[in-house]
């Protein structure tokens, strides 16, 4: 069936956690009819009012999305004006840097070193600098053939010649991500995934996705050089990607004439922000495989009775995986056959961050822990301790195998 394949993946990788001072929250993730998991996520408890969630759905590759759920938490803290409480800021300013962190040495090496793990390949110390410095080479020898100019070229060359990332840094993954600091929401996306508040039993928009068609996107791409097609119904950029705003995809931001924000394919999120109020139950942040098949008020609908029959956040966000999943990947054209991943923050009435000051400075060893995998304090994973007492946050991961959708039974049936 070509890109898809002949059964379903549907074992599910599930992240749950609680935080006294916030509530409980839950994660899904499954593979589903495509040839490879490409989508990441993290779930981090920054402090005792302050904690961030996000969804990364990657195309072209899975590094990039978990190179972002990586480094994100860390860069977001080392803002400048994180310690300030400039949120909007910092949340654009480290979506921006995890681009710049790709064209480093650093950051490349490390993207590497996740494409082999990813690939099942070994991480040998020091191949991802023989990478680098192989195409380093590379490019310097297609210089003196006479590429781009030939001799002409030889004298703009000089400290400045190197690898270029641009040309082999091929994957990107758009990012919604929710960083939830006392009573309120900011909610930064690029791309197509999406944040949906629940205030009542409302969906309350948090994202837009951003499509090539949209005019706004459209107008910047053809003032950066790119071009639209309409390709099967659905337009693309350059014939290629069907979004307008993804971190990495450096191939489409090369033009040195202009801002990161204006480059045909831009990392720019837009920023949505809420006060959170008594009424606001819950909080879905969701890859496009989902809200191809729900909409917005779908899902809310979906999710809140599940709440009301006493499930847990995690549990709900499997069976909502489970409902999108199509039966049938050419019956469905596409549609439920995507990767799938899923995150339940449900919000618990009165507590206390609702009020106070924020500590979010003061905890920066969780976020470095959580994002490189080591437990943060207070937090408990598998083979790993912790948690209890005033302010503390539990956590777990599981992994959990589902049988595969019946024959016959579609995805649209989930909206039911």
């Not at 994180?82 to 480093?104: Q, Y």
């Not at 709900?316 to 999943?325: H, P, R, V």
């Not at 049938?328 to 596409?334: I, L, M, N, Q, T």
Request: glycine share 12%.
């Amino acid at each position: 069936m070509g890109q898809y394949l002949a059964v379903p993946v549907t074992d599910k990788e599930t992240l749950s956690g609680q935080h006294e001072r916030l509530g409980t929250w839950g994660i899904s993730a499954h593979q589903g009819w495509r040839k490879n998991m490409e989508d990441a996520h993290i779930a981090l408890h920054m402090s005792d009012d302050c904690h961030l969630f996000g969804v990364f759905d990657g195309h072209g590759g899975p590094e990039v999305a978990k190179f972002c759920s990586k480094r994100m938490p860390t860069e977001l803290q080392a803002c400048s004006g994180f310690k300030e409480g400039r949120f909007e800021e910092c949340l654009k300013e480290v979506f921006h840097r995890m681009d710049e962190l790709m064209r480093s040495r650093e950051g490349f090496t490390d993207l590497e070193a996740l494409r082999r793990e990813c690939e099942g390949g070994k991480d040998g110390e020091g191949e991802g600098e023989d990478t680098y410095d192989m195409l380093r080479k590379l490019v310097q020898l297609q210089r003196m053939a006479g590429q781009n100019g030939g001799a002409a070229q030889e004298g703009k060359e000089g400290a400045g010649a190197g690898l270029q990332p641009e040309v082999t840094v091929q994957a990107g993954c758009t990012a919604v991500v929710a960083l939830i600091v006392r009573d309120m929401l900011y909610v930064a996306n690029a791309g197509d995934s999406r944040a949906v508040l629940c205030r009542g039993s409302k969906a309350l928009p948090m994202s837009e996705d951003h499509k090539p068609a949209a005019p706004d996107e459209r107008a910047r791409i053809m003032a950066a050089g790119g071009f639209l097609s309409e390709i099967g119904g659905i337009t693309r950029v350059n014939g290629n990607l069907n979004l307008s705003r993804a971190i990495g995809d450096l191939r489409y931001k090369m033009n040195s004439e202009l801002e990161p924000k204006d480059q045909i394919i831009t990392a720019e999120p837009d920023i949505m922000q809420q006060q959170l109020t008594p009424d606001d139950r819950f909080l879905v942040l969701a890859c496009d495989g989902i809200w191809d098949v729900m909409t917005n008020q779908q899902v809310v609908d979906f999710v809140a009775q599940r709440l009301a029959q006493g499930q847990q956040p995690q549990d709900i966000s499997s069976e909502l995986l489970n409902a999108c999943l199509a039966s049938d990947p050419r019956e469905a054209r596409g549609i439920g056959c995507d990767n799938m991943t899923a995150a339940i923050v449900v919000f618990e009435p009165g507590k206390p961050i609702r009020s106070g000051s924020c500590s979010c400075s003061t905890h920066g060893d969780e976020a470095t822990a959580a994002a490189h995998g080591a437990p943060p304090p207070g937090s408990t994973t598998p083979g790993g301790g912790g948690g209890g007492g005033s302010g503390s946050a539990d956590t777990a991961m599981r992994r959990e195998a589902t049988p595969p959708p019946q024959p016959g039974q579609s995805p649209a049936a989930a909206k039911a």
